[in-house]
Nanobody
Framework: QLQASGGGLVQPGGSLRLSCTGS????????IGWYRQAPGKQYEGVSC????????HQADSVKGRFTILRDNSKNTVYLQMNSLKPEDTAVYYC??????????????????????WGQGTLVTVSS
């Protein structure tokens, strides 16, 4: 299973680092996708890291502000979020697709087609 954590309340312009940690399996060969759902809105793919090469993908809405990183020694993928905006407020989720690559990551849809899903962590950006 996956565990997403690290959410909280942050002021506009601030930073947060979310963690997606796997248990019961090695995440090394899995693509990991982060997606979010703001109140009253549909799921939005945010960022993804391939499980087979160095490919990463970020949505246009977060490009240049969010970075996705993998630490295989901790079986964890991080989403570093900088320059946060109120419109980034949402519940953030992670998912994992076995041997997922640029096809799955580049598609930008991570709330289905995965092998594992985590529960969400709430990020609130407000002054």
């Amino acid at each position: 299973q996956l565990q997403a954590s690290g959410g909280g309340l942050v002021q506009p312009g601030g930073s947060l680092r979310l963690s997606c940690t796997g248990s019961g399996f090695s995440m090394e060969n899995y693509a990991i996708g982060w997606y979010r759902q703001a109140p009253g809105k549909q799921y939005e793919g945010v960022s993804c890291i391939s499980g087979v090469d160095d490919f990463t993908h970020q949505a246009d809405s977060v490009k240049g502000r969010f970075t996705i990183l993998r630490d295989n020694s901790k079986n964890t993928v991080y989403l570093q979020m900088n320059s946060l905006k109120p419109e980034d407020t949402a519940v953030y989720y992670c998912s994992a697709q076995r041997r997922g690559g640029s096809g799955w990551c580049g598609g930008g849809v991570y709330h289905y087609g995965a092998n594992y899903w985590g529960q969400g962590t709430l990020v609130t950006v407000s002054s």
